[in-house]
């Protein structure tokens, strides 16, 4: 990567950091728009059309819209029971539907949340299904190319938050974001790993995909079911490069940091390059404690940078 591309990371992801206290700072004052452990504030200057809040039986898309045997739904869905809080938002007419999106998606990153399902434009399916048969609400009935599906899940010490955040504009030029939260217990929590599709959409789009590490027999490793989408994202995507970026904050001393946050990052580049992935194509930055710490003292991330 040039250095100035570098140096653009290493903003990025100074702020996006930085942001997360600030975040929580501004939720503080403005005030919560939802009952749940996962808060998100509304798109600066949208209208809230619709509100509401229950609880009970919430089904989960975690694929595109099919026609399976007749019946338009969700390719793969997860029925959890919990409180949920839903707004409907019309979207300022002098902002993307990508931008507004994107708002959310690092919202979602900065409260340590973790994609399980994302998809844009046709893979996500027919729009016309999504907003009649699966949110029944026909004003989010748009066009199939201008559409986006973020799901992510965050656990917390009271269990679990799920967000469903789907954008969408219509053939008239309006465009509309509908916001699903629901809370819900352990056993509720999904154990899924975002699949090659989700993977590919976040990074060739640039985003952030945070990568949950451990320390496992002495080595920092990614699960077996994220590494497999990694990889399979990278053959299907050959001219696809990406930044493999790590801080660590477990020691005082920076130099300690910078060397160790270093060995993680060739660590994890391992585990993707041993299943048949050209070496050339990840960069690898330890940046030790150079960078705010977040939630964890040790994190990872990886972006597209082509």
Request: glycine content about 6%; aromatic content about 6%.
């Amino acid at each position: 990567m040039a250095k100035n591309n570098l140096m653009q990371v290493l903003v990025k992801m100074a702020g996006r950091l930085k942001s997360l206290k600030i975040i929580a700072f501004g939720l503080l004052l403005s005030g919560p728009v939802c009952v749940n452990a996962l808060e998100l504030t509304n798109f600066r200057g949208a209208t809230l059309v619709a509100d509401q809040t229950s609880d009970g039986d919430y089904s989960v898309p975690l694929g595109p819209m099919r026609n399976i045997n007749g019946n338009w739904q969700p390719e793969s869905e997860r029925l959890v029971q919990g409180v949920m809080s839903r707004s409907l938002l019309e979207l300022p007419r002098n902002h993307s539907l990508t931008e507004v999106m994107q708002q959310y998606f690092s919202q979602l990153q900065r409260q340590d949340a973790t994609p399980l399902y994302v998809c844009q434009g046709h893979t996500c399916g027919s729009s016309a299904s999504w907003a009649n048969e699966f949110f029944n609400d026909r004003r989010l009935y748009g066009l199939d190319q201008y559409q986006e599906l973020l799901v992510f899940q965050q656990l917390d010490s009271e269990g679990a938050t799920l967000a469903t955040v789907y954008g969408v504009t219509r053939g008239n030029q309006r465009s509309y974001v509908l916001v699903d939260v629901v809370s819900v217990d352990f056993n509720s929590a999904i154990n899924q790993e975002p699949d090659a599709k989700t993977v590919e959409v976040i990074l060739k789009g640039q985003r952030y995909l945070s990568l949950p590490v451990q320390l496992q027999g002495g080595k920092w490793q990614m699960s077996d079911a994220l590494t497999a989408s990694i990889t399979q994202t990278l053959k299907t995507s050959p001219s696809l490069k990406l930044a493999l970026v790590v801080v660590d904050h477990r020691d005082e001393k920076l130099a300690t940091n910078l060397a160790k946050s270093s060995d993680i990052a060739e660590q994890i580049k391992t585990q993707i390059i041993s299943q048949q992935i050209d070496t050339a194509r990840i960069e690898v930055h330890g940046l030790g404690s150079l960078v705010p710490a977040g939630e964890s003292t040790v994190s990872a991330w990886l972006i597209g940078t082509r």
